[in-house]
Structures are given as structure tokens and as C-alpha cells.
């Protein structure tokens, strides 16, 4: 009996985190704006430094090690990644919304897994991102960015884009819980969508003042975006893949631990 307790549990955890993420993907077909929010700015982003900014800032990185490649395809890696911080702003205004509306004090009250409801946001909105993503790669294409990636390649830039997606996810559900109201929830996550524009997204860090220049090569998104970089056009990754795996990984944990904590003291409060 005792040996089967934690079976039932596990499989109790798993049928509420699929009926809450059926839950919020039904949320996300029936109200489509905030899925538009996330492709619509990466997609403006993209067509503003391709049509408008690309000919001088092509220009201007002419001679760095990456000159010898068309701007577009420099900038439509860091664009793309973008497109992964966007769709923080869905799960922070999701999560806000069901603690500040009450549905999470009902839930509470129901014979349901503690951990279901935070699950099936975070996996529901990665889901939500990752399709969000497939869509400005395919504007990507349809504007001139030529990868010459293996399917391996994608592969790996894809699993990337994914854990990076999760990391982001489970701050902004950090996110989510700490803030009073979905406006707050909105705007808090708005540094990490511009932070990769402090990175080397938009042009080499090697042309940024020896400060920012600093802050650019250490911060999370650098490694990440030169790694995407690298297997999606070939330029060298030397050892940013394992520093961006590191900060991946290390952010999804911190979000996870912190998420989890976060929820659990507000049900003890109540």
C-alpha cells in the first residue's frame, strides 16, 4: 500500500497539470490578442532593423569578425530569440490574473495537485512561445534570412530556444504571483524582452563602449544568442554554448524553487 501511495500522487500531480494546461491552451485560442503581442513585436522588430536600420548597421559591422555576413542574417538570430522573451509577458499576466480573480482560492479548495495550476501555465505558455517562435522564423525566411543549418543544427537552435523559453517562463511566473494587478504583471517583464538589445542581438559587442561592452559579453542573453547564431549560420560558438546551457538551466531552477515557494506562502496566508 505504502509502495503505491507515491505512484498515485505522481499520477494525481500529472492528470491535474494536463487538465490546467488543457485549461490554459483553451484560454489561448479564445482569447488570441496576447499570442499576436508576442509575434508582433518580434515581427516589427525583424522588418524595422531588416528595411529601415539594416543597410548602415550592416554597414557598420562590415569589419568584425562577422562582417562577411548579410545583416539579416546577424540580426534574425536575435530577433528570434526575442520572440522567447515576449512571451513572458502571457504567463506573467496569466498567473496574475488567476490569483487576483479568485479561481486560484477555488482551486485551493478542490481535491487538486498543489503543483498543477503553476505547471500548467508554465508548459502552456512555452507551448504558446514555441509555436509563436515557428511563426517569426517563418517571417524570418520570407524576408531574406538564409540559415545553412543541418536538421541537427535546427535541432539543437530549437531545444535551445526551448530551455531558454522555460527559463523565462518560470520567472515570469514569479512574476505573475508577486504582482497586485495584470497591468503591473505587463509591464515588470519588460526588460527582459529589450535586455538582449544590451547584448550582441543587434550588432557585435565588440563595437559597444568598453562599460557596456562588459555588461553585454556577461549577461544571459550574449552566450545565448551567439550560440543560436552559430548553429543556425556557422559562425564560430567556441564555448558560449556551455555558458548559455549554464544560465538556462540556472534560471529555470531559480524560477522553479522560486515559483514554488512563492505560491505555497500565499495559500498559507489565506
Not at 8 to 36: E, G
Not at 62 to 68: K, L, N, Y
Not at 171 to 183: N, Y
Amino acid at each position: 500500500m505504502s509502495s503505491s501511495t507515491p505512484t498515485l500522487t505522481l499520477s494525481h500531480a500529472v492528470s491535474d497539470s494536463l487538465t490546467m494546461l488543457r485549461r490554459n491552451l483553451k484560454h489561448a485560442v479564445r482569447y488570441p490578442a496576447m499570442t499576436f503581442a508576442v509575434v508582433g513585436m518580434p515581427v516589427t522588430m525583424l522588418l524595422l532593423f531588416h528595411y529601415v536600420f539594416g543597410g548602415a548597421l550592416g554597414t557598420g559591422i562590415a569589419g568584425t569578425p562577422t562582417g562577411d555576413v548579410p545583416y539579416i542574417d546577424y540580426v534574425a538570430p536575435g530577433i528570434i530569440l526575442m520572440a522567447a522573451t515576449s512571451g513572458a509577458l502571457v504567463t506573467a499576466v496569466g498567473v496574475c490574473v488567476d490569483m487576483t480573480e479568485g479561481i486560484v482560492n477555488r482551486f485551493r479548495t478542490m481535491a487538486i495537485s498543489r503543483s498543477a495550476f503553476l505547471t500548467g501555465h508554465v508548459v502552456g505558455s512555452v507551448i504558446q512561445t514555441m509555436a509563436s517562435l515557428l511563426l517569426v522564423i517563418a517571417v524570418a525566411l520570407l524576408v531574406g534570412f538564409r540559415p545553412d543549418a543541418t536538421p541537427l543544427e535546427w535541432l539543437a537552435a530549437l531545444g535551445l530556444l526551448a530551455l531558454l523559453t522555460l527559463a523565462l517562463t518560470w520567472l515570469a511566473a514569479v512574476i505573475g504571483l508577486l504582482s497586485k494587478t495584470p497591468e503591473s504583471a505587463s509591464n515588470t517583464p519588460l526588460p527582459l524582452q529589450f535586455l538582449p538589445f544590451l547584448g550582441s542581438a543587434i550588432v557585435p559587442t565588440d563595437s559597444m563602449p568598453a562599460g557596456l561592452r562588459l555588461f553585454a559579453e556577461v549577461q544571459p542573453f550574449t552566450p545565448v544568442i551567439e550560440t543560436l547564431r552559430g548553429l543556425l549560420t556557422g559562425t564560430p560558438i567556441g564555448g558560449d554554448w556551455l555558458i548559455a546551457l549554464a544560465w538556462c538551466t540556472g534560471l529555470t531552477l531559480l524560477g522553479f524553487f522560486w515559483a514554488r515557494a512563492v505560491f505555497h506562502r500565499a495559500g498559507a496566508a489565506r
